[in-house]
């Protein structure tokens, strides 16, 4: 597919972002039930939730715009996840587990806080304010849940692993 204009473009980043999120939707089920941790498992179930939040924004932007939701595969997502597999594979013990998995979880959220950054900078050149709010809401959701997550490994569960 050849784009050529601006607003293709910023509806192909929509579309991928749409991919991104429902393929994260289903990965995050594993590793739920592969962390140990209350409340790393509580972090990623939250994250599922703003997860599947994220995916009906980005498809009422698309819908409002007239553009089908499924035609992109990102890429770049399904590279990180089969990351994210292969460290399960390859991780044992439970708190060592845990610690790959905030890990795996934060190079997750730095993608997608990339993606949103990038498509709502789309929206604003494109003078699209309520589809730039939206997407800002949803960059901000990221950053937040980067945030638990981080402090959640230095107070918990990286301890943990050091110390087993």
Known sequence: MQITSFMEMYITEL???????????????VMIQAASHPSLKDALLKH????????????AILQKHGA???VHVDQGMQALLDETS????MVGGDDLRDAGLIASAQRLAHYQIAAYGTAAA???QLELRDDQRMLHDSLEEEK?????????????????AVAA
């Open 68 to 70: 089908k939701p499924d």
């Open 48 to 59: 599922r939730e703003e997860t599947e939040t994220q995916r009906e924004r980005l498809l």
């Open 86 to 89: 292969k460290m399960l594979g």
């Open 144 to 160: 937040q849940a980067d945030l638990v997550l981080t402090e959640l490994a230095k107070g918990e569960v990286n301890p943990d």
């Open 122 to 124: 789309l929206a604003g």
């Open 15 to 29: 579309q991928e972002l749409a991919d991104l999120e429902a393929q994260l939707a289903d990965d995050l089920l």
